[in-house]
């Protein structure tokens, strides 16, 4: 297997607007960030990405970008963004940029342009369709409710957005919209970033035809079937990476919505003539309803076992794993997986670093931060959120009082709470107002106390990045063979790694009960060393009782 730094890498996401505010407007911006280096340095990680910081109208977020080229007004200037790179560089962190081009803001000039006329130079640049019979040209639904297609009066045409109207889909089938990406992502490598996460990069290119698709019983067809893995999207990517990615020393991850094992042996392949790597959604799908997202199924730990360990089986030496629970799009994996205690949080960390492939830190998940109970409707933010309670309950397909209890369980916005930093106002996050609610559980959770505390998940996450990034185990870590323990245990979720003259035993009991478990014969040791443990373990038996959330790691060669 060829060794690299990205696969030696942690990485850690930022999500600008909610992780610190230098200027008491009660949004996150880059000062703030720069600001924080130096916690960053003390976690450990060597990359940071930056969810979107481009200028935004902020329909989604940043995620609707008007300008490629310009800083977020409420974020900064491009003079801030470059003192944080350069001192990003002097410590040794790289800063990975988020790539945003499946579409653009409405905002954007080139809608604005395309928008403008039929005969536009620009028209191309986005999927326009003439009505069918008076309706939408097919079926399908926008992941942020509603149909994916707006009308436009001033050109009377229907434009295609997978996300909300204000974010329509570029047309990657027109060359000239390519080179302009191109163009672009160039710009900012000259700059000295260090890569690209690039958002739903597998939507980019839509079923020939633009067909109907199934419903999934949904009021909408999903339109994931019309647009994830499409016929041109590796021709595309292959053309991104000889005209740009190849040229430069950065890592890329795709955001591939709808990845299949099989697709992502082509979009991360050993070759290379792609990306480095993807995040699938399989295992974050595993506690979701047959139509949507929005309920409050428990993860099953069989299924979550099996669907990461084909991963990690079926890449090995083909392709290459990201490691992630959290991200701006996920509930708190540790209200999610775990029962919100700090213990839970350490165990669930152990499973996921312990694994083949670049592991990914969301901010504050290193504190342990959960879920927030925001209450009712009015106090959340997210676009997604927001516009599934009103579809859902207006067409009288769920109740409001059920619906509201599973939007507090999977919104996105118990990831946007701000960065819970000490016990002062607003926990440290701005001096002023900020823009979605604090957790009020930021007087027990929050890094200062952590910081503090040698207990704390905080110094457990800073622990198992230290083991991977510098340590005698480092090799077997990052490269190791991975074998699942005991795949139908309900409770335990064990592994082993092997590499060379190494081999890790991890064993992490992830419930709240106390379970026995038994090591499988197969599995022998002569002499053991612990590595890392969230309870005071002294020696490895082959029968044990397993406590609540016990995770533990141990050299058995
Ligand atoms: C995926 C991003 O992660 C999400 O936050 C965003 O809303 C959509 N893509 C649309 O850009």
């Known amino acids: 297997?060829?060794?690299?730094?990205?696969?030696?890498?942690?990485?850690?996401?930022?999500?600008?607007?909610?992780?610190?505010?230098?200027?008491?407007?009660?949004?996150?911006?880059?000062?703030?960030?720069?600001?924080?280096?130096?916690?960053?340095?003390?976690?450990?990680?060597?990359?940071?990405?930056?969810?979107?910081?481009?200028?935004?109208?902020?329909?989604?977020?940043?995620?609707?970008?008007?300008?490629?080229?310009?800083?977020m007004t409420e974020f900064g200037t491009m003079e801030d963004f470059d003192k944080l790179l350069e001192e990003a560089h002097?410590?040794?962190?790289r800063i990975v940029m988020d790539l945003v081009v499946n579409h653009t803001s409405d905002e954007h000039s080139w809608f604005l342009e395309s928008r403008s006329s039929?005969?536009?130079?620009?028209?191309?640049?986005?999927?326009?369709?003439?009505?069918?019979?008076?309706?939408e040209p097919n079926n399908w639904g926008s992941v942020f409710s509603g149909s994916a297609w707006e009308w436009d009066e001033n050109t009377q045409m229907y434009y295609l957005h997978c996300f909300s109207k204000k974010q329509p889909d570029l047309n990657w089938e027109n060359p000239k919209v390519r080179e302009d990406v191109f163009n672009m992502m160039e710009w900012w490598c000259e700059k000295g970033i260090d890569g690209f996460r690039m958002d739903v990069i597998s939507m980019i290119s839509k079923k020939e035809g633009l067909p109907d698709v199934p419903?999934?019983?949904?009021?909408?067809?999903?339109?994931?079937?019309?647009?994830?893995?499409?016929?041109?999207?590796?021709?595309?990517?292959?053309?991104?990476?000889?005209?740009?990615?190849?040229?430069?020393?950065?890592?890329?991850v795709g955001e591939c919505a709808?990845?299949?094992?099989?697709?992502?042996?082509?979009?991360?392949?050993?070759?290379?003539?792609?990306?480095?790597?993807?995040?699938?959604?399989e295992h974050t799908s595993l506690d979701s309803g047959v139509t949507d997202k929005w309920c409050?199924?428990?993860?099953?730990?069989?299924?979550?076992?099996?669907?990461?360990?084909?991963?990690?089986?079926?890449?090995?030496?083909?392709?290459?794993?990201?490691?992630?629970?959290?991200?701006?799009?996920?509930?708190?994996?540790?209200?999610?997986?775990?029962?919100?205690?700090?213990?839970?949080?350490?165990?669930?960390?152990?499973?996921?670093?312990?694994?083949?492939?670049?592991?990914?830190?969301?901010?504050?998940e290193e504190l342990g931060m959960t879920n927030c109970s925001f209450g009712c409707i009015e106090n959340y933010r997210d676009l997604e959120s927001i516009n599934a309670y009103y579809e859902l309950t207006q067409a009288g397909i769920r109740q409001p009082e059920e619906l509201l209890e599973c939007i507090a369980y999977k919104s996105r916005d118990?990831?946007?709470?701000?960065?819970?930093?000490?016990t002062k106002k607003n926990a440290g996050f701005t001096e002023g107002i900020p823009w979605i609610m604090v957790n009020p559980n930021y007087t027990e959770i929050n890094a200062e106390k952590e910081m503090a505390d040698p207990e704390s998940v905080f110094h457990y996450y800073r622990k198992l990045i230290e083991l991977r990034r510098f340590s005698q185990w480092s090799d077997v870590i990052v490269y190791g063979h991975y074998q699942l323990i005991a795949p139908e245990d309900p409770y335990i979720f064990a592994y082993t790694r092997e590499y060379k003259e190494k081999k890790l035993l991890v064993i992490c009991n992830v419930s709240a009960n106390t379970v026995e478990f038994e090591i499988p014969e197969n599995i022998v040791w002569k002499g053991t060393e612990l590595l890392i443990a969230n309870y005071s373990e002294l020696a490895l038996s082959r029968k044990r009782k397993m406590k609540p959330w016990q995770a533990e790691v141990w050299d058995i060669l």
């Open 1 to 71: 297997m060829r060794k690299i730094w990205w696969k030696e890498s942690v990485v850690y996401q930022i999500y600008p607007r909610s992780f610190c505010d230098s200027n008491g407007d009660g949004i996150g911006d880059l000062n703030g960030i720069r600001s924080k280096l130096g916690y960053l340095k003390e976690l450990g990680i060597n990359v940071i990405w930056l969810s979107p910081i481009y200028k935004s109208p902020n329909d989604d977020n940043g995620y609707d970008i008007s300008d490629y080229q310009d800083i």
């Open 90 to 93: 002097n410590q040794g962190i």
């Open 118 to 135: 039929k005969k536009n130079d620009k028209r191309d640049y986005y999927i326009w369709r003439e009505a069918v019979d008076g309706h």
């Open 215 to 252: 419903t999934d019983g949904g009021i909408y067809g999903n339109s994931m079937y019309g647009t994830c893995n499409g016929p041109h999207v590796h021709e595309y990517l292959q053309e991104m990476n000889k005209r740009v990615l190849s040229k430069y020393d950065i890592m890329t």
């Open 258 to 281: 709808g990845v299949t094992i099989e697709e992502a042996k082509k979009y991360a392949n050993a070759e290379n003539t792609e990306l480095n790597m993807v995040f699938q959604f």
């Open 296 to 364: 409050k199924k428990p993860i099953s730990l069989v299924e979550l076992k099996a669907n990461l360990s084909k991963w990690e089986m079926e890449l090995e030496d083909i392709a290459w794993n990201s490691l992630y629970f959290c991200n701006h799009d996920q509930p708190r994996i540790v209200s999610r997986l775990g029962d919100n205690s700090p213990l839970s949080a350490k165990c669930i960390a152990t499973v996921l670093h312990m694994m083949q492939g670049t592991p990914y830190v969301y901010q504050g």
């Open 414 to 422: 118990n990831a946007r709470t701000p960065m819970q930093w000490n």
